[in-house]
């Protein structure tokens, strides 16, 4: 499941708001753009309600939650139609609107000078309605897709509306311009009699045993003898013939045929000796007195399951029986394939019918005719190709679509032959915030009137004056905080109302605030907890760019703590084999004490859909030796295994008692894996808070800490799904 959004956060209950552009948003003053603030466009409105309600059944140690702002991360605003064909990794397509997060697709990346395709995964999938254009190319092909959708071209990344300047100013599709891919593709016909009968004549012409005959048997009558068998080291192909067979009213047995061998692999066979289910199999695979489309599709599958190959670049089918080589031809011929037959003289009259066009018709080829066994992958091919990829027109439908859209390992995927972006997850910079800011699609909703509103909710009589948390969604201290300033009044409301709270942030600009937050801590219990990400400054050059130095979090720790206020710190996340090293940990650790943190927690990394290709690009591009290592952490979920989490509990513990940071409750150490107070950080459900980052004791709504461990042997961690985000 995503991260979940309360509906108390929305601007609009009765109609959902999208983001950038935003045109129904109720409460909205005005967008603007400063010059401090470039790439980021602020929509200030007047909200509703501030105070949003987490739900009961939620493992979050806290009842209320604020978010100043909405909308630190990327939002959603590329998309397709639902019928756009993706490439997967087998060689076959799908339905953009029928992928699901984890299929294998095909995407790129550049390996030097040149692009090539490679395996990647769907790692989220979602869904709107947007404005709708058509994208028509030289060679044919028509792609549907949002004005803001972006396609590969010779000139770089080009969304498909845009302008020259003003507001609307990005680089946009013309008809100078040519898409990257392989081009116009079809889609796969529907199984039907003709199709069946076709691939099943294809198949057993080209490599069953079909016969029947009769033997002599001293004293005895002459015997018929009924056979039909179908040995292939692919099931697939036996796979879809028995299904074929069966849907005719043949049964056929499986049974192994040869053993794999050092070079040879398996073989498993179908087969019958019932004479009249060999009758009707002899029917069936007749060569027919007129050909249909739906038939010379199904046998050109057929006959490439029996006898076609791949490899190295060439298509091709081979077989000795001259009939079959003449209707293979006829068939290629019929649907514009240019194949030729070539006979290099062997004794046994073996030819082969090659198919000439390159990758471009061989995956035309494929998705025709749809054979079972897969021979047609792109993995690692250069991003190359005769095609007409030339942009011949734009057309506004001038209407609104269903659209889809996914997030993929490689930022990109092939939809109709050519190369598409994709959306990055609305969670993109969740933990690492690796486009922070400076991504031109940035959008934040400015909730302007927030303490004025939040005054008034608690000063209901029904207000129980529980803990209110703050910075569990979004930052409320992200860099638009410095041009609004609506924590001090939220401070204030929170405070003179007698409510206990808490702030988690990774922003330096909470020192601003240390005044307001010591006056408040002698009023109500009061957390703060600092996420300090990466320590090593080159990583954090490298990941975290535009985001406050470790130096400078370390700071703001030292001042609160000087100031008498409690600050638990968030070492997240630790980077397997990149900063869970002895010294690195040794020297984070000793930073955080000497800063004088309350307590600490360590978190290894997580990579959610959005994070996760971020990160494995940049891994892949300065540490290339270490993703086998990641795909094998993070193969099966966002999250490291438990023996990972183990293993780092066990390396950190010895350190955090060294530095004094293991003398709360038991000790912080495990705080890594003790399911006693696996309360579930936001985005992480197995670790817990560190002491100093929530309220505790004596106030509605703040549970005690023996409350908090005795409450949570009982339950269960949370679901991956309920969890909120830590900024």
């Known amino acids: 499941m995503d991260v979940m959004r309360w509906d108390a956060q929305r601007l609009d209950l009765e109609e959902p708001t999208t983001l950038p552009g935003m045109p129904s948003i109720r409460g909205l003053l005005r967008s603007v753009q400063v010059p401090e603030f470039p790439g980021l466009t602020f929509h200030e409105v007047r909200a509703k309600s501030a105070l949003n309600h987490v739900p009961g059944e939620s493992a979050m140690p806290f009842p209320w939650t604020i978010n100043p702002y909405r909308g630190c991360s990327h939002s959603c605003v590329y998309c397709l139609s639902g019928d756009t064909r993706i490439l997967m990794a087998d060689g076959s397509q799908r339905n953009l609107s029928d992928l699901r997060v984890g299929d294998r697709i095909v995407g790129t990346e550049k390996r030097g000078t040149y692009r090539h395709y490679v395996e990647t995964e769907v790692l989220a999938h979602w869904s709107t309605v947007k404005p709708a254009h058509r994208v028509i190319l030289r060679d044919g092909t028509e792609i549907v897709a949002s004005g803001d959708h972006r396609f590969l071209t010779g000139r770089g990344w080009k969304h498909v509306t845009g302008s020259m300047s003003g507001a609307g100013q990005r680089p946009y599709l013309t008809t100078n311009d040519s898409l990257l891919g ?104 007749e060569w027919p007195g007129e050909t249909t489309t739906a038939w010379q599709r199904g046998f050109l599958a057929g006959i490439f399951d029996a006898g076609g190959s791949r490899s190295q670049g060439v298509l091709r089918i081979s077989n000795a029986d001259d009939e079959i080589l003449r209707r293979t031809g006829e068939a290629f011929a019929a649907f514009g394939f240019d194949a030729v037959l070539e006979d290099t003289g062997l004794t046994n009259r073996v030819r082969t019918v090659r198919l000439r066009g390159g990758l471009r018709e061989h995956l035309r080829f494929v998705h025709l005719v749809d054979p079972a066994v897969r021979k047609c992958t792109v993995d690692g091919m250069a991003v190359k190709s005769d095609a007409d990829l030339r942009v011949v027109c734009i057309e506004d439908l001038g209407r609104e679509m269903p659209m889809f859209d996914i997030t993929t390992g490689t930022g990109d995927f092939v939809a109709n032959g050519v190369i598409s972006h994709n959306c990055f997850a609305r969670k993109t910079h969740e933990w690492l915030e690796m486009d922070s800011g400076r991504d031109f699609d940035s959008q934040v909703v400015v909730k302007t009137n927030l303490a004025d509103v939040l005054r008034r909710e608690l000063s209901r009589p029904s207000w129980k004056h529980e803990h209110v948390a703050l910075g569990t969604n979004t930052d409320p201290y992200q860099r638009a905080e410095g041009r609004y300033k609506l924590m001090p009044g939220v401070i204030r409301a929170l405070a003179d109302s007698g409510t206990p709270f808490s702030i988690l942030t990774k922003g330096t600009l909470l020192r601003r605030d240390i005044p307001l937050l010591v006056e408040a801590a002698g009023q109500v219990p009061l957390g703060l907890g600092v996420s300090l990400a990466i320590w090593d400054d080159e990583l954090h050059n490298g990941l975290e760019p535009g985001v406050p130095t470790p130096k400078a979090r370390l700071d703001l720790v030292r001042a609160l703590a000087d100031a008498g206020l409690p600050c638990g710190v968030f070492l997240a996340p630790v980077l397997p084999a990149l900063t869970d090293g002895v010294d690195d940990l040794d020297a984070a650790l000793g930073a955080i004490a000497a800063a004088g943190a309350t307590g ?79 309360s579930g950080v936001p985005g992480d459900p197995e670790v817990g808070f560190p002491d100093g980052s929530l309220p505790t004791g004596g106030m509605p709504g703040v549970r005690p800490k023996s409350e908090l461990a005795s409450v949570l042997r009982a339950g269960t961690a949370p679901d991956e799904g309920d969890q909120l985000t830590l900024l």
């Not at 796969?188 to 069946?196: I, N, T, V």
């Open 600 to 678: 600490v927690t360590v978190i290894p990394l997580h990579l959610r859909p959005g994070a996760r290709e971020w990160f494995m690009a940049w891994l892949a591009r300065e540490h290339p030796e270490l993703v086998p290592r990641y795909q094998q952490l993070y193969a099966r979920r966002a999250y490291v295994p438990a023996e990972y989490r183990t293993w780092l509990a066990q390396r950190v513990a010895p350190l955090l008692t060294k530095h004094s940071l293991d003398r709360h409750s038991g000790g912080t150490a495990r705080k890594v894996v003790d399911p006693v107070i696996t």
């Open 182 to 285: 392989f081009g116009r593709t079809v889609g796969a016909l529907d199984a039907c009699d003709d199709y069946r009968r076709g691939y099943l004549t294809g198949m057993v012409r080209g490599d069953a045993d079909l016969k029947v005959y009769r033997y002599a048997r001293s004293g005895r009558k002459h015997g018929d003898v009924h056979r039909f068998r179908l040995a292939l080291a692919d099931r697939e192909g036996l796979h879809r013939t028995h299904a074929d067979l069966t849907q005719e009213g043949v049964t056929t047995d499986w049974f192994d045929f040869t053993p794999a061998t050092e070079r040879r692999r398996a073989m498993t066979a179908i087969r019958t000796s019932a004479a009249a289910s060999v009758a009707r199999i002899m029917r069936l695979t």
